[in-house]
Structures are given as C-alpha cells and as structure tokens.
C-alpha cells in the first residue's frame, strides 16, 4: 500500500504541475522580474519616500531615508472580536525591536479585517464571512503596495484570515514572508461534553443558562478555539507547506516560547532569501493537501487551498483532493474526529511527530524550500527554550498517544476521510472522518429548506421525526455568499440519536466543525444558479453513498432536467452590511474553483523588463 500511496502522490503533483505549467511559469516570470529590480523605494520620488519615513524616528528614520537597511512589512489581523487574535496586540513591538536587531526596520503597513464565525454563526453576518477571504487578500495587496518593502510578516490565525492573507501575499510573490502564529488558548470544557449540551439544548432538555455555561467553558480565554476547525486546520496546514517556523503553529499565547518565536520570526525574515512565490509551489500545495487529509482537517479547506494554489498560478482541483484521499492513511482524532483537541495533539507529538512519520512513508516531498531553510526534514524538530535562549531538538519519533496521533503502519483508518461526490444533483464534498460506517450510505425522502432557519422551525414542530435527507439550499456563494451551517448539527444529531437514517445536502459549507451526520456540502452547481438541487421537490428519494462516492435523486432518466427550477428565496440583501457585497455575489466563481471573486488568475508575463 505505501509503495501505491506514494505512486499516487507523485502522479498527483505531477499533474498539477502539468496542468499548470502555463500559469505558474507566467507568474514566476512576473515574480522574478520584479525581485530583479528590488524594493522601489530607492526610485521613489523624494515627496513620495519622505512619505514613507514621517512616521519613523530615532535609528529607523535614518534607515528608512537611506535605504541602507531591509524594510519589513507587518500585516495583521489583530482586533479583540477573535480570541485567537487578541494575543496579536502586543506583536509588533516585539517584530519592530527583532527587526532592528537583526539590521532592519519594520513597519506597520496595514491592518486586515477579521471576522469571528463564532460570534456570526447562524446570523446574516456570516454571509460576509466568506467573502471576507477575498477583501482581507485585497487589504493585504494594499498594505504592501507602498512599495517599501524587502519582505512581509502576517499576522493570522482564523478561518478565512490565512488564506486571504495568503493569497494577497501572493500578489507580492517576489517577498521573503513568514506566516506569525498566535496559538490555541488552554484546553478548556472537553468537545464532546460541550456537543452533547448542545443537543439538549436543541431538544428543550437544556436551558440557555445551562448551554452559555457550557460555551463559556470550552471558549474561555484568549486564544485559538481548541476544536480542530478551520483555524487550526490553517495552523497546521501552513506548517507543513514550511511558511511557519517548525513546530510554532500550537504553541499557547502568553508564553515565553510564544514570544521568542514571534522574535526569531522577525530576525529570520530579514535574511531570508526564498520569497513566498518560490516556497508555494505544486510540492508545497500537495504537502497542504497531504497534511490535511491525514488529520481530518477543515473542508474549507477544499475551496481555500484551491484559491492560494490559483494566487501562486497552481491550478489544484477537487480530484486531487479525492485522489490523495484515497491513499493518506487517517493518523489523527481531534474533535469533531476524537475526543482530544488540539493541545493533546500538540503533546502528542503533534505537527513533528506528523511530518517524520509522512516523511518517512513518501507521501510528503522532502525537496521543498521553507522559511526555515531547505528541505521539509527541518520541520521534523521542536522549539525549545534553553537558559532564554531558542533551540530547536527533533521531536519524538513516534507519537506519545496513539489515542489521538498515530504513524502510518498503525492508522485510525487507510484513507484520509474527505469524498468527492457525484451524481444527477452535482458535485460536492463530504468528511466522513468522524461519519460512522454504518450512516455513510443514507437513502431517504427529501424534506426541501431554502433557508436554515426554516430546518430549525420544523424540526421544534416534530416534522422531521423520521428517516430524512434535509435539503438546504440557495446557500451558495452567488446566492448569499456560502453561509456555513454548523448551527444544524445538534438538531441533526438529536435526529440521528432517535435512530432514524439522516443526511444533509446542501450548496453551502459546514466548516471544520463537520462531525457525525454525512453531509454533502459545497454542491455545485449551485441552486441560483440553476443547478440541480433548484428542482428538487420534498419527497423525493435522495441517496447519498459516501464509499461509493454518490449522490443521486432517485427519478427516472431525464425528469429531473425537465422540471421548472424553484425560484430563488426572496430575500431583501439588506442589514448586517449584505448590501455592501452584492457586486461580489455577482462576479464570485464556482465553490470547486474557489469560490472566489477573483477570475481564475492566469498571469501575463511582465511588463517588467528582468
């Protein structure tokens, strides 16, 4: 099987590469020509440099007039609505006086928006949250378009924060950047504990007091939420494609060890001589994938992914993901796959333990550029502080609880849970990772939503007491921005504990927080527009087989296409500053592309001459 696995994982970047091989070598090209003319500040017009340096005094003013030192860019998502960038704060004097030590100087060059999902869950404003990837990529392309700047660091953690950041980053692949974590706040009321309040809550046997105790236990501090979620997933992700330092990605806030790695971020990005272009290549991008699919990680990630690979020319599709899928054994039970969190990962062996172990099986290129250095076998090591100083030792070869990591000879299972789905009503993904065997196959009648609120209100009257495939959609990107819907899981869950077969398809997401209901998420076409699922009627037979890879509606050949669509919800984009983001549901591209309200990036060769 390891031979095969590997086989397959070098096919699979062979591919891509391939498939790309137009788009990457422009974009490449256009990097490299604006890396051969260097920082634009020594051409600046003198109005414009003075500009660039009002702010500045002392030692750094004198550098930044002169130009005689590098120029490093902080951009941050800090704000105090996210726990996991609160710790953020106190970042950039740490980053300034790391810079000037190592012979730069480092500038605040802007600020990125950053949205909780927590807080907007279930709300209109977490039909933003999506599109708040696209507007934090561009807010990162204005931060660095000052043009005064030899290399970038980014300041992120959460959901759609890295991967727009990431993908503005991009824009400026010509920079030497470092991803800057923060890392997770202290295990707190267990995962599972919190769920099953939740259930309660969802079935009247829990009241809000109860469930407030409940949440207010397990998000409880500054920090990153402890659940393996997209947050996490990005951490983890990140580390793999070698833009964090080894072994930084879940090493708590508020730490000594925090600290010093935010400074040796900051002294490693002046040297550094790999810019962030160069690191993110096809070996980069299926290392992500990798390292994902091995710990269960974030189905966001099947729209983010593919969007960072499009920034860097890398045309990445869902079938990779299926195709690697099949062959990454599942080394990792983190909630919602286990009961652990991400601090027993971490002390587990974590992100080093996980990284020897796909090393030593090929399924993880070794021969990649990092901000660390050459070669992905740095990332086998953990940071450590001896007498105040950073030193990094390898980390333990095999993991310290086979309950929460394992190594490929002894998986949890052979493949690495994510499904790509196919039938009549589209395409779409599904996680099965914490999906048990016998509910991966669900064959029932439709009961049709176009709004998530409406599930809820006839799940509280009994209508769904039954086996039941819940249908919700006119939730994708061009209809109100992919909302994700992880406010069905305990009332989907209290159906599935009564015994009854149940499912969910939908063209909106359900985040890294997808757990035990087998849900069809991210369906395109999308039902506005015209997809399949707009002409799906309440009882109609749907079947979804995840080992199979199916989903289908059950109707003879040829009705489902000659049946009228039903019209779009009629929903006023008004409130919570939807209005504000109609020209992005206009022009965003399918959820297997992106979802992205960039046009598919096909770089030109440079104007630049080299």
């Known amino acids: 099987m390891a031979q095969s696995a590997q086989h397959v994982v070098q096919q699979v970047t062979r591919r891509i590469a391939e498939r790309s091989a137009p788009s990457r070598t422009a974009y490449l090209e256009r990097i490299r020509a604006a890396a051969a003319v260097g920082p634009a500040r020594t051409e600046l017009p003198c109005s414009n440099l003075a500009h660039g340096f009002a702010a500045c005094s002392g030692e750094d003013r004198l550098a930044v007039r002169g130009a005689t030192k590098p120029g490093v860019a902080i951009v941050s998502a800090y704000n105090d609505m996210l726990s996991a960038h609160q710790p953020y704060a106190e970042f950039p004097a740490w980053i300034k006086d790391a810079v000037r030590e190592a012979g730069g100087v480092a500038q605040f060059a802007g600020g990125v928006p950053a949205m909780c999902d927590g807080i907007t869950q279930g709300r209109t404003?977490?039909?933003?949250?999506?599109?708040?990837?696209?507007?934090?990529?561009?807010?990162?392309?204005?931060?660095?378009?000052?043009?005064?700047?030899?290399?970038?660091?980014?300041?992120?953690?959460?959901?759609?924060?890295?991967?727009?950041?990431?993908?503005?980053?991009?824009?400026?692949?010509?920079?030497?950047?470092?991803?800057?974590?923060?890392?997770?706040?202290?295990?707190?009321?267990?995962?599972?504990?919190?769920?099953?309040?939740?259930?309660?809550?969802?079935?009247?046997?829990?009241?809000?007091?109860?469930?407030?105790?409940?949440?207010?236990?397990?998000?409880?501090?500054?920090?990153?939420?402890?659940?393996?979620?997209?947050?996490?997933?990005?951490?983890?992700?990140?580390?793999?494609?070698?833009?964090?330092?080894?072994?930084?990605?879940?090493?708590?806030?508020?730490?000594p060890?925090?600290?010093?790695?935010?400074?040796?971020?900051?002294?490693?990005?002046?040297?550094?001589?790999?810019?962030?272009?160069?690191?993110?290549?096809?070996?980069?991008?299926?290392?992500?994938?990798?390292?994902?699919?091995?710990?269960?990680?974030?189905?966001?990630?099947?729209?983010?992914?593919?969007?960072?690979?499009?920034?860097a020319g890398i045309e990445l599709s869902w079938d990779d993901f299926s195709d690697l899928s099949a062959v990454v054994p599942s080394l990792a039970k983190v909630y919602p796959n286990g009961s652990a969190d991400i601090n027993h990962f971490a002390a587990a062996g974590g992100v080093q333990t996980l990284v020897g172990e796909l090393l030593d099986a090929g399924l993880l290129h070794s021969d990649v550029k990092t901000v660390a250095g050459p070669g992905l076998d740095r990332y086998r090591q953990q940071p450590f502080l001896e007498d105040g100083e950073l030193v990094w030792r390898d980390a333990p070869r095999?993991?310290?609880?086979?309950?929460?990591?394992?190594?490929?000879?002894?998986?949890?299972?052979?493949?690495?849970?994510?499904?790509?789905?196919?039938?009549?009503?589209?395409?779409?993904?599904?996680?099965?990772?914490?999906?048990?065997?016998?509910?991966?196959?669900?064959?029932?009648?439709?009961?049709?939503?176009?709004?998530?609120?409406?599930?809820?209100?006839?799940?509280?009257?009994?209508?769904?007491?039954?086996?039941?495939?819940?249908?919700?959609?006119?939730?994708?990107?061009?209809?109100?921005?992919?909302?994700?819907?992880?406010?069905?899981?305990?009332?989907?869950?209290?159906?599935?504990?009564?015994?009854?077969?149940?499912?969910?398809?939908?063209?909106?997401?359900?985040?890294?927080?997808?757990?035990?209901?087998?849900?069809?998420?991210?369906?395109?076409?999308?039902?506005?527009?015209?997809?399949?699922?707009?002409?799906?009627?309440?009882?109609?037979?749907?079947?979804?087989?995840?080992?199979?890879?199916?989903?289908?509606l059950l109707v003879p050949d040829g009705e489902l296409d000659s049946r009228d669509s039903a019209p779009p919800a009629d929903r006023a984009p008004f409130g919570t500053g939807r209005e504000l983001f109609s020209a992005f549901r206009q022009a965003v591209g399918r959820a297997d592309r992106g979802a992205s309200v960039f046009t598919q990036l096909q770089p030109q060769p440079p104007d630049v001459p080299a």
Not at 176 to 198: D, F
Not at 270 to 279: F, Q, R, S
């Open 398 to 552: 095999k993991s310290l609880d086979p309950d929460v990591l394992r190594g490929v000879d002894e998986p949890f299972a052979p493949d690495g849970g994510l499904r790509v789905l196919e039938g009549n009503l589209g395409r779409s993904v599904i996680k099965v990772s914490a999906v048990g065997a016998e509910h991966r196959a669900v064959t029932a009648p439709a009961r049709v939503f176009d709004d998530q609120h409406e599930f809820t209100a006839a799940f509280r009257n009994g209508e769904l007491d039954h086996d039941v495939v819940v249908v919700i959609r006119n939730q994708g990107p061009q209809a109100n921005g992919m909302p994700e819907l992880h406010g069905l899981t305990p009332a989907l869950g209290v159906l599935m504990d009564r015994g009854h077969q149940v499912a969910l398809v939908t063209d909106g997401r359900m985040s890294g927080a997808s757990g035990k209901i087998p849900a069809a998420i991210q369906l395109t076409p999308e039902a506005s527009a015209g997809g399949p699922l707009a002409r799906v009627r309440d009882g109609d037979v749907v079947r979804l087989d995840a080992d199979r890879g199916t989903l289908e």
């Open 125 to 255: 404003g977490m039909e933003l949250s999506l599109f708040s990837r696209d507007v934090i990529a561009m807010a990162t392309g204005v931060a660095l378009s000052h043009e005064m700047f030899d290399a970038a660091l980014l300041l992120g953690v959460c959901d759609k924060i890295v991967p727009g950041l990431l993908i503005g980053a991009l824009a400026f692949g010509h920079l030497p950047t470092v991803l800057v974590p923060a890392g997770p706040m202290p295990s707190g009321l267990p995962n599972r504990e919190k769920s099953r309040i939740r259930q309660l809550f969802a079935e009247g046997k829990a009241s809000r007091e109860n469930l407030l105790e409940a949440e207010s236990a397990s998000y409880h501090s500054p920090g990153t939420c402890t659940f393996y979620g997209t947050a996490n997933s990005n951490q983890l992700v990140v580390e793999v494609m070698g833009l964090h330092l080894p072994g930084s990605s879940f090493v708590p806030p508020g730490t």
């Open 257 to 311: 060890l925090r600290k010093a790695l935010t400074e040796e971020a900051a002294r490693r990005v002046v040297g550094l001589d790999a810019p962030i272009g160069e690191i993110v290549d096809e070996r980069a991008i299926v290392n992500g994938v990798v390292a994902l699919l091995a710990t269960g990680g974030s189905t966001n990630h099947t729209l983010h992914l593919v969007a960072i690979a499009a920034a």
